[in-house]
């Protein structure tokens, strides 16, 4: 392979498309730029006006407080006199005019890292762990909380080991909420027995939500080996696992908004999960069962598919595959030993143009390349609705999927076309894309475009047909 | 209302398993002169069949539920009535409208080959047509319209959304479509990308499927003008209005003569782990928006409705019991409906199981007595004239088990 092709390799599939000049910087090795890019700690996202997780959960549980309050009052209103009730009305509307800023600004900080970054990979990284261990914001709180769930849980981790992101992802308010594991009780706990003396109460148990998602989306993957009976089981040793709060009932007590190990909920009992007995140490137990997960061959093996599909090709090479296994189980799950494995691996740079972007990508890179400005804070909504991948709205645990045939549907491409159009519009005779189209592509760029955006009929459409070419589609 | 005995319908499977000649004589006797429209509205994150479709006959059923029990048609939180075993979700009105003037059937006690509880892998297996996860990269239907007779049309199928999914992708020509609020492109524009693309073949056949979809629309899948793009589902609030959408773009395509004659789309938000409520809550608020959707894709559709079936499926059911809470986890069996004017409808068709703890699959979901395929193939064979041979070979392959149903639309 010619080297120019390493550094549009690196810039636009590891990266997340040249910026103009990138390129050049990249000089001859791609492998070395990208290496060079896992020295230091992640850069944190340094936004003055985004705020803890806890600050917000613990705000948004007071507005659900008095949203529940005034439902009371209303209803004693009415009963006294009918047609009083708009007390709850409007703190109904309260909790969305709370969340909905936070994700503008969150989405918004977000993608001006990704647009402005000289570390792209790191970004990019992130962008992958956020989408393995996704929350969507289809459940209310979630909106306030994916932002600072990515900053807090995965950013700062993705340089880590496996076994600690893994630990910090599971134990974030935003994951216990997202599958409901903060309301899962031990039928045999504390709270269940109390409960079930009184009479008429309902029965309390376990939801086996976030257990199952972590065995099948996190760690093991669905073909890794556990069956329903270790689902039940890893679902009662995590019972307890849950978040503090100023409500009432079960829910008082603990710091609101921060992660609460609450003994009371917690399945009494020694337990064995995947043929591992775990002896009742409270919440160590979960954490025991996380390390084991996190360490088991089938999760080096499902970490290495997801990664060899999202940076080499949709159904990745074997060889590659079981290469990044062995260095995930070798190191013990240290993550840039992996990522450093997987750029040291020929395949990833055998085949250019070898993934179809995303909507995200598509967009992220159209900004790069043409310094499209990020100040407004809404410059990100509109594109990312438009192409159909809104921020942290994957709609499942499963997270947005990673093969072309999930993006590249007909109507997908015209609103690619559209968006690609409306951006020509917008900049015209402000952008010279002919000049461009090398700094971008690179080596990737085909005698086709070139002649294409070099022959339209205004630098406008030249900006349109450089954005919709098939090269700028893929990476 | 036609009102079925429980034997009757008990004995409907075995029926079918050996066929009647009759009715599939009638099916190729009728091929040339019908016009028929298929509508797939796939269910994902695993519908509560048995809180959709209430068996408040069974004894154990209400212990199973406890408060989120429905009750029998005409009691508080009573179901909607279908005949007297099974009763309809109250917030299915419309469906209930159907099944009275048999334009509705349900399936119970359904399931697709798949027997783990991975959303993921269930969703691949509904939507493939084999027996495993990821055994084809095809769909069924994809392949099936390949088989079908479908003269003069450039697309046989539309998916309304951005993407195809995977029950539709495939060799056969199908596009996908969603709304957009953009200006339209110029022609020039469109002219040079056409060549850009003359050398990449997904682009190149990407781009003359939606041009050609477009085309269709600007005939009159439009007609619900001042569409807007597909919306959000803002907050989990019920998406009544991006379903309503959703549905005039669906009639409009298949209103048209040369038009796709099928037509997909999907809904989500059927996963309800917490808090699923029963006569009313969560999941009555998703299958309210459901039951519009289709009322307003009849009144859409207008005389082609005549013409029409539709069929909502879900990767698997729920468990047999509540959660701790309030929800119900991954199950096996569930629920199915067909639905419209071409429907041989007002029926229930199940083998039931039972709810009892012996009865229950691995001891806590509805056991599946009917195979999700046995419907596709008697739909396929009878409504879109699919040969029975490529139905056995190429559409779901290894499925000899699964005997097609017979009599499903109406003859």
């Not at chain 1, 919440?283 to 997801?306: M, N, S």
């Not at chain 2, 289709?294 to 409705?305: D, F, Y």
Request: hydrophobic share 45%.
């Amino acid at each position: 392979m010619r080297e120019s092709f390493t550094s549009a390799i690196a810039a636009n599939r590891f990266g997340l498309g040249a910026r103009p000049g990138e390129l050049a910087g990249i000089a001859d090795d791609g492998r070395d730029w990208l290496r060079a890019q896992l020295r230091a700690a992640p850069p944190p996202i340094a936004d003055p006006q985004l705020r803890p997780s806890q600050e917000i959960l613990a705000q948004a549980l007071e507005l659900r407080q008095e949203l529940r309050a005034s439902r009371k009052a209303d209803g004693a209103a009415s009963a006294a006199q009918p047609g009083a009730e708009d007390g709850a009305a409007s703190a109904l509307q309260k909790l969305p005019q709370f969340l909905r800023p936070i994700y503008v600004s969150e989405v918004s900080a977000r993608f001006r890292a990704a647009v402005t970054t000289d570390r792209p990979l790191i970004e990019r990284l992130t962008q992958f762990w956020t989408n393995h261990f996704a929350v969507s914001v289809d459940k209310q709180l979630l909106a306030g909380l994916a932002g600072s769930f990515e900053r807090e849980a995965i950013r700062p981790q993705v340089l880590g080991t496996f076994s600690e992101l893994l630990l910090s992802v599971e134990t974030h308010p935003a994951m216990l909420l997202y599958l409901d594991n903060h309301l899962s009780v031990g039928p045999h706990s504390e709270l269940a027995l109390r409960r079930g003396r009184r009479a008429q109460a309902r029965a309390l148990g376990i939801n086996e939500n976030l257990a199952r998602e972590i065995l099948e989306l996190h760690t093991l993957g669905v073909g890794g080996g556990y069956s329903q009976g270790d689902v039940t089981t890893f679902a009662e040793v995590i019972t307890g696992w849950s978040i503090g709060g100023a409500e009432g009932g079960r829910f008082a007590g603990g710091e609101p908004g921060k992660f609460l190990f609450r003994a009371g909920q917690h399945e009494p009992g020694a337990k064995r999960v995947l043929g591992t007995r775990y002896p009742d140490r409270g919440y160590e137990q979960g954490v025991a069962v996380l390390r084991d997960l996190a360490a088991h061959p089938a999760t080096a093996h499902f970490i290495a598919v997801k990664l060899a599909r999202h940076f080499i090709a949709d159904d990745p090479p074997p060889a590659a595959v079981a290469r990044l296994a062995q260095a995930f189980t070798v190191s013990g799950g240290d993550l840039p030993t992996v990522y450093r494995a997987l750029i040291d691996s020929r395949e990833a740079w055998a085949q250019p143009l070898a993934k179809y972007k995303t909507p995200s990508d598509y967009i992220v890179s159209g900004f790069r390349g043409l310094s499209l400005p990020v100040d407004a804070q809404h410059a990100p909504l509109a594109p990312y609705e438009l192409l159909g991948q809104r921020t942290w709205a994957p709609g499942s645990p499963a997270g947005w999927p990673d093969r072309g045939a999930d993006w590249d549907g007909a109507s997908a491409l015209m609103k690619r076309i559209e968006w690609a159009d409306a951006v020509g519009q917008r900049l015209g005779n402000r952008c010279d894309a002919v000049q461009l189209a090398p700094q971008l592509l690179g080596a990737n760029l085909s005698a086709a475009t070139a002649g294409a955006v070099a022959h339209a009929a205004s630098p406008a459409q030249a900006v349109t047909l450089l954005l919709a070419a098939p090269e700028f589609m893929r990476r | 209302m036609a009102r079925m005995q429980r034997r009757e319908f008990l004995n409907l499977s075995a029926l079918a398993a050996g066929g009647t000649l009759l009715a599939s004589r009638l099916a190729f006797g009728r091929s040339d002169t019908r016009k028929p429209r298929f509508v797939l509205i796939i269910m994902r994150g695993a519908l509560d069949g048995l809180a959709t479709v209430a068996p408040y006959g069974d004894r154990d059923y209400a212990a199973l539920r406890g408060d989120l029990a429905l009750r029998a048609p005409g009691e508080r939180n009573g179901a909607l009535p279908l005949e007297g075993f099974f009763g309809l979700h109250p917030a299915l009105a419309f469906l209930q409208q159907c099944y009275a003037a048999r334009e509705l059937t349900v399936f119970h006690a359904l399931a697709s080959p798949y027997r783990e509880r991975s959303h993921f892998d269930g969703q691949d297996v509904l939507e493939n047509g084999s027996a495993r996860a990821h055994a084809l990269t095809t769909g069924w239907l994809n392949r099936a319209l390949e088989r079908a007779p479908a003269p003069g049309q450039r697309e046989a199928g539309v998916a309304l959304g951005q993407n195809m999914p995977l029950v539709m992708r495939g060799p056969a020509a199908v596009t996908s479509w969603s709304a957009s609020k953009l200006t339209a492109l110029d022609e020039d524009t469109l002219g040079r990308l056409t060549d850009l693309y003359a050398n990449d073949a997904l682009l190149a056949t990407r781009l003359a499927d939606a041009l050609a979809a477009d085309a269709i629309a600007g005939d009159g899948a439009g007609s619900g003008a001042g569409m807007m793009p597909d919306a959000p589902d803002k907050n989990g609030q019920a998406p009544r209005a991006r379903y309503a959408q959703v549905v005039r773009a669906a009639a409009g395509f298949l209103r048209q003569e040369s038009g796709p004659k099928v037509a997909v789309f999907d809904t989500t938000g059927w996963d309800t782990h917490a808090n699923e409520g029963g006569a009313q809550g969560q999941l009555a608020a998703r299958l309210a928006s459901l039951d519009a959707a289709l009322a307003t894709l009849k009144q859409e559709l207008g005389a082609t409705w005549g013409d029409t079936a539709v069929l909502m499926v879900t990767e698997f059911g729920r468990t047999a019991a509540i959660n701790g809470t309030r929800g119900t986890d991954h199950g096996t069996a569930t629920a199915a409906f067909l639905v419209g004017g071409a429907v041989a409808g007002g029926r229930v068709i199940a083998d039931w199981p039972g709810l009892s703890a012996r009865a229950l699959y691995e001891g806590r979901d509805l056991a599946p007595t009917l195979d999700l395929r046995s419907v596709l193939k008697g739909l396929l064979h009878e409504h879109l004239s699919v040969p029975s041979r490529e139905l056995e070979r190429t559409v779901f392959p290894d499925s000899a088990a699964a005997q097609p149903l017979r009599g499903l639309v109406r003859t």
